[in-house]
């Protein structure tokens, strides 16, 4: 598993970690993953997983030199400073853990001043409960006023969507994210089922690599997201084969041809403001059933809707 640095902060982490949203079942497959070397965990307040994620970090105690890096978030109805240390405490204590690695403001919250929640976030550094901080979803304006707000402390992270086909990012917010030495967490990096991005691949591009290459579409999806420097991903399965599938997207590189190759065939998107608060205003507990429904929709037209 190729490592690369969070931010500047001298601490290496795994390209790929394991995602948990919606994550069902045991830990099972979670436990593969670590076994094979994604040592980086993330989880959040409110995908209800964090407990389960503790569980198997008590497994993993018994395992001699092993360190899992986990990461979670804070809901944004809870960045006032009081709800804010709750939210810590309750993290640490479903994990089990004395000090939380990544720390992240799960996506901005404009009604609550972000002094108030980065003063929070400082305290709690300072006080050994934190190790490090990150934000989600966080524009770079956000970000700015952000680390503005955090004074001598470093925002490390901005966990963000990126994909072949959701390229959004590549704008503004990867760009200074490199020149600022944070780390780009990419989730959805499958875009949520490797068939939506097999979709916006009219001349079967990626098939044709996998073949080539002996790897699997997953994995060249995947691999092209870590291609750049400062930015790992979170692939989420709840199976143990595909788990160790997408570890396997690490510890090569795809050649700068097939990488500038996939850039110019898949068809993607750069999602406008419009489209962000369009998915903003779709509740999170009917994002499944979304994408449930679009699957049943002709491939043509299930292209338009990534
Ligand atoms: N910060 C945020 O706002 C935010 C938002 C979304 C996600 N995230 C994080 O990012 C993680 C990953 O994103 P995601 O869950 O949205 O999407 P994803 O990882 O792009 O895709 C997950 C989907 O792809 C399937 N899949 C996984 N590996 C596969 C493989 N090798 N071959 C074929 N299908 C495969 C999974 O099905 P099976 O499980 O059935 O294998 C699942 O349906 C989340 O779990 C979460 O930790 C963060």
Redesign the pocket.
Same mark, same amino acid.
Not at 234 to 239: A, G, H, L, V
């Given at each position: 598993m190729h490592l690369k640095e969070l931010g500047k902060t001298g601490v290496f982490i795994p390209e790929i970690g394991l995602?948990?949203?919606?994550?069902k079942g045991d830990t099972t497959a979670l436990r593969k993953g670590l076994d094979a070397g994604a040592m980086f965990i993330?989880?959040a307040e409110s995908?209800g997983t964090e407990l389960l994620v503790g569980r198997l970090l008590s497994e993993m105690r018994h395992a001699v030199h092993k360190t899992v890096f986990v990461a979670t978030?804070i809901s944004p109805q809870n960045f006032r400073a009081k709800d804010l240390r709750n939210s810590v405490d309750s993290s640490l204590s479903k994990l089990g853990v004395e000090t939380i690695d990544l720390m992240q403001l799960?996506?901005p919250n404009g009604a609550i001043p972000i002094e108030e929640t980065m003063g929070a976030l400082a305290v709690l550094v300072d006080s050994g409960k934190i190790r490090f901080c990150g934000v989600?979803?966080f524009s770079v304006r956000e970000l700015q006023a952000a680390q503005n707000a955090f004074g001598k402390h470093k925002i490390v992270s901005n966990?963000v /969507?990126y994909?072949l086909i959701d390229r959004t990012i590549e704008k503004e917010i990867l760009p200074y994210c490199q020149a600022n030495d944070i780390t780009v967490i990419a989730?959805?990096?499958? $875009?949520?089922?490797?068939g939506r991005i097999l979709d916006c691949d009219p001349n079967g591009t990626i098939s044709r690599m996998a073949q080539a290459t002996g790897k699997?579409p $997953?994995q060249i999806m995947i691999n092209w997201c870590n291609f750049r420097d400062g930015i790992v991903s979170?692939?989420?399965?709840?199976?143990a084969e /595909?788990v160790l599938?997408?570890c396997g997207a690490s510890g090569w590189r795809l050649s700068p041809d097939d990488f500038a190759l996939l850039n110019r065939e898949i068809k993607f998107r750069h999602r406008t403001n419009f489209d962000s608060l369009v998915r903003k205003l779709i509740p999170r507990s009917l994002h499944g059933t979304a994408v449930k429904l679009r699957a049943l929709l002709p491939r043509g037209l299930r292209r338009r809707i990534t």
């Open positions: 995602g948990t949203w919606d994550y993330d989880t995908y978030k799960h996506e989600s979803n966990q /969507r994909n989730y959805s990096p499958l $875009a949520k089922g490797v699997t $997953a979170i692939p989420k399965s709840n199976s /595909r599938e997408n």
